[in-house]
């Protein structure tokens, strides 16, 4: 049995790369009327309350084209079920939408929305930031110019004409264990009561599995064995994926870095049955939307997987 998808993986988007080196094609596609732009405004997506639950708002007819043309330039996503998608970022621009929603952080809905919706509007918001900060070239300085339908950048300068392609920093994220008991920590940014999973970057050189002991045993000293990849989630806040594990730890004892967690502390699962759990705000878990949730909650069920280090 295949195991559910994380929120915002886009599994349900053809990304067609092979029509973007097309540009009569991309072309065409936006001037159609099967288009559909989703637009951000500051890594904001536009996201309408009117029914009560919150819903994607995808432009398309005249308004859509018409947005498209407001926009610096138009981002191809791809298809979801023939239908053509483009993310524009209209940051700055006179581009009257407050009547059909409001500009909202991903975070705050996405566990709200279809889970198709929340892919295809972490997508956007993922690459017009990327867009944003890539408009001058890393190597020479100079400018950059749009290419292949939004997915590179290509340096103008023609001593250097550097390519430059949207990047995704990958994160390592795991919920640590030993017995009946798991390790969760406090980040100093987290807000009262929340305690999630043990997470961190990826360094150069290092295996996914190096990152999980490493960024373990500086946050809280302990070290770990049995590392089991569990699934992963992209987390377009602002550009990471992150990669889930569980991983076993050869003691209860720790000690927290405090420049890296506020705190930490081991939580059985009769602890974390929901009848169990305070009331008070002083203890919860992280989103639904996350990828932390579901590793706790996997542990939880006492969920199973392939172990890829011993």
Known sequence: MQNPRNPYSSAEI????????????????????????????????????AGGNPEAVFLHGMMGRAIAQVADHHI??????????????????????????????????GALLFAREGSILAYARGMTYWHRRHRYCGVCGASTR???????????????????????DPAVIMLVHHGDKCLLGRGKQFPRGMHSTLAGFVEPGESFEDAVAREVYEEVKVRVRNVVYRSSQPWPFPA????????????????????????ARWMSREELRPENLPTDGSFFMPRRDSIARRLIEEWLGHEAGPSISG
């Open 14 to 49: 053809d990304r067609a790369s092979h029509e973007r080196e097309n540009e009569e094609r991309i072309i065409e596609l936006v001037s159609s009327g099967e288009a559909r732009f989703v637009p951000i405004d500051t890594e904001r997506n536009l996201v309408s309350k």
């Open 76 to 109: 191809f996503l791809g298809y979801v079920e023939g239908t053509p998608y483009f993310a524009v970022d209209v940051t700055g621009k006179d581009a009257p939408l407050n009547e059909l929603g409001e500009f909202v952080d991903l975070r705050q809905v």
């Open 146 to 168: 749009v290419a292949r339908a939004g997915h590179v950048r290509i340096c103008t300068n023609d001593g250097c004409r550097a390519e430059h392609f949207p990047r995704t």
């Open 240 to 263: 990471s994926v992150m990669i889930g594990f569980h991983a076993e730890a050869e003691s209860l004892d720790f000690e927290v870095n405090e420049e890296e967690l506020a705190s």
